[in-house]
């Protein structure tokens, strides 16, 4: 059975990096009907943000991502927390040590950071590797503060990433690194090989920047007879050719890109998509065909750039779709914090669904409905339409007293009127209704056309702007 893990470390908020990998684990579990594991690795302890694994649980479970297993913590079932899992690390350390695969040593912060100082040394000089066994119950007896290294051995080492193929390196090239700290907490380094091991992780899928660490966790997992989990490393998200995404930009997470109005299902929807190639045409995916469609084959290694205006795309596309109630739900209060006047908000609301791109773009949409902003009367002049400031006038001269004749004020029976206009006049359409339009809004582009604001604005506020425009035209 497959079975893949979400493992971040509890550091402060939630990268779309981060989550890109949660929903790639989630979706190679679920589309072979294995399983999805969240473990949080926290044994860094100097590391640690509050707020951060709460951070995990919601952003998840905003997503659709949920876990499926973990240790019971009253009835229900916790995620795997690394730091809850102390002592078995220490003794898989010892195994190694007695295997000959590993080793205590007792150098100090002073020693080591003497090393770092000299030459052109920047591994660990194994100074410790060859102390008699003697001399180390010695020093454990006295309780000298120790950590436990991997004894690299020589040679080469080759593994297969399903996304960047075949990696060899050298072992020289790698360092004893240590596997228990001082402290007597696991790196992250060994940590993550125990616990994928325990719990029959079969794909490891992470950030590339941990590919260089690969190597030498296979050599942990050879020292214990273990077998190498399928590996597929990402390529990282940038910003732009050069920079990587980060939280300088304020939109790298996915509580920014919520903070600015954009839907969960959408966002997953783009983040899958950052990276993975899909084998059809298709971008719009439920999260069920995601699971459907998601193949590793369709990952890619060269870095996927996060692009702002096609998720912002997409989320229209969402907000599109969606159902009008649901959509008036959120939309009211941004309407009502713009709009005061007892204007028809479900009609307005109507006009813009299919318009914004966000949640949040609807307070530039409709700030001309509660007033009339100041304009120029430019916004008379279109080429396309062949209006002018002088046609304009004409027209909304001539269109003031058939509006303020109209015995109904709908929709419909605005639009014919104007039509009449078009034909009395014997010009095209938008000569009429391009005029309309502006003196009603003030604004070069508008949620809807001129008959369906005049239909909101009820016929006193439609005549007001439309007496307002003669006047700026005069
Ligand atoms: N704790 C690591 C991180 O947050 C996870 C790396 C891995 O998935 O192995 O980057």
């Not at 910003?239 to 990587?244: A, G, I, S, V, W």
């Amino acid at each position: 059975m497959i079975r893949t893990r979400f493992a971040p470390s509890p550091t402060g908020y939630m990268h779309i990096g981060n989550l890109r990998t949660a929903l790639y684990e989630y979706l190679i579990a679920k589309a072979n009907n294995g399983k999805f594991i969240l473990r949080i690795e926290d044994t860094d302890q100097a590391r640690l943000v509050d707020g951060s694994i709460d951070i995990i649980y919601k952003t998840l479970k905003m997503a659709g991502i949920k876990y499926d297993e973990g240790p019971d913590i009253g009835g229900e079932y916790g995620p795997y927390i690394q730091s809850q899992r102390k002592n078995d690390y220490l003794d898989y350390a010892k195994q190694l040590v007695e295997k000959g695969e590993a080793y205590y040593c007792f150098c100090d912060k002073d020693r080591l950071d003497r090393l770092k100082d000299g030459d052109s040394i920047s591994k660990y000089d194994r100074h410790c590797v060859s102390l008699s066994k003697e001399e180390i119950e010695e020093k454990l007896k006295n309780n000298t503060p120790f950590v436990i290294r991997q004894k690299i051995k020589d040679g080469t080492t080759t593994f297969i990433d399903e996304v960047y193929g075949e990696i060899t390196v050298e072992n020289e090239e790698m360092e004893d690194q240590i596997l228990i700290k001082s402290d007597g907490l696991p790196t992250y380094n060994f940590a993550n090989v125990i616990d994928d091991h325990l719990m029959n992780i079969t794909h490891v899928v992470r950030g590339s920047e941990y590919l260089s660490s690969t190597p030498k966790y296979n050599l942990l997992y050879d020292a214990f007879g273990w077998d190498i989990p399928t590996y597929i490393h990402l390529p990282p998200v940038m910003k732009n050719q050069t920079e990587k995404l980060s939280k300088r930009n304020g939109d790298a997470s996915f509580q920014d890109l919520i903070d600015k109005g954009y839907l969960p299902e959408a966002i997953v929807n783009y983040i899958a998509l950052l990276g993975w190639s899909p084998s059809t045409n298709q971008e719009i995916f439920t999260l069920d065909e995601l699971i459907q469609n998601f193949n590793i084959k369709g990952l890619s290694k060269s870095p996927a750039i996060f692009d702002i205006v096609k998720l912002t795309w997409l989320n229209g596309e969402y907000i599109k779709k969606m159902d009008f109630d649901k959509f008036f739900e959120m939309a009211e209060p941004v309407l009502k914090s713009v709009i005061t006047k007892h204007y028809d908000l479900k009609k307005v609301a109507q006009h813009i669904k299919t318009r914004i791109g966000t949640i949040n773009e609807i307070v530039d949409m409709v700030d001309f409905i509660e007033s009339l902003p100041e304009y120029s009367t430019d916004l008379y002049i279109h080429k396309k339409m062949k209006t002018d400031e002088a046609i304009s006038l004409e027209v909304l001269k001539n269109i003031l007293p058939i509006f303020e004749s109209l015995e109904n004020w709908d929709n419909d029976t605005i639009y014919n009127a104007m039509i009449d206009l078009v034909s009395k006049m014997e010009v095209k359409n938008g000569i009429v209704l391009w005029p309309v339009r502006t003196a009603l809004s003030g604004k070069p582009s508008s949620p809807c056309g001129a008959s369906e604001m005049a239909e909101i604005f009820g016929k006193e506020e439609t005549l007001n702007r439309i007496k307002k425009g003669i006047e700026k035209l005069s």
